[in-house]
């Protein structure tokens, strides 16, 4: 398996990262994508440190990383942050920007100001022509943020053909639709596991299984039966497990079909049943 958005370099991991690992590996889990946020543009390169930190090391996955400032912290981006972006992902191990994009939940950042890091950072991420993860998350009972997002992607993103994975997707078929029609892939979270996430599974329904990708985001969003407790790439089998219901295949097929997208997007190899 792949967990394809995880923050690894979280402070929840700081005692027991090693072991962490182990278990993902146990697990079965053989690739993690690490989250290159940080707390901030600041720490954006711990994800890249990790990656190179646990290359080679027998027993845990192989970790790749990103690079991005979130929009959280749009504010705080500067020169210096894109300068720092820059040069991350001039970084072979860094395979996408992000996360990056627009949320109206928090407003921890002006919607104007993330707008713009969100358009500055697309340009930084063309010019290394590299895909980008995007976050989205809209105010209650609206999708005004899935709209605002997609229009940015249709008129700013579109026509370098790069696509990208819409993240944690909590969006309707239409937005699904309108990402994959720019090739996006559409990244299923533990909360696909929640009872009250049924809008989200028959979203799922709908998505071709060749453009779904499954990741825990954690620390965040433990799948049942882990609720509430510190998520961790090792629970990314309960997604996998759900996919596989929902899809009517088997929990093994779901696992090595995810693999199979993640590596084809990204072109980090090939996978095979063993």
Known sequence: MIDSHAH????????????????????????????????????????????????????????????GVHPHEARLADDA????????????????????????????SPRDEQKLVFTRQMEIAAAHRKPIVIHCRPSDNSTNAWDDTLDILESRWSRTGLGGILHCFTGEWTHARRAMDLGFMISFAG??????????????????????????DAPFLAPVPNRGKRNEPAWVAEVATKVAEVKSLSAEEAAFRTTENFHRFFGTGSTAKN
């Open 8 to 67: 690894l370099d979280s402070p929840r991991y700081d005692e027991d990262r090693d072991a962490l690992l182990t278990r993902a590996w146990d697990a079965g889990v053989r690739t993690i994508l690490s989250i290159g946020i940080g707390e901030g543009p600041d720490t954006m390169h711990q994800a890249l440190d990790l990656s190179r930190a646990y290359a080679g090391q027998p027993g845990v996955p192989k970790i790749y990383a990103t690079a």
């Open 81 to 108: 942050a894109y300068a720092k972006l820059d040069e991350l992902l001039e970084q072979p191990n860094v395979l996408a920007c992000g996360e990056i994009g627009l949320d109206y939940y928090y407003d921890h």
């Open 191 to 216: 909360n696909i596991t929640f009872p009250k996430a049924q809008p989200i599974r028959d979203v799922l329904a709908q998505v071709p299984l060749d453009r779904i990708l499954i990741e825990t």
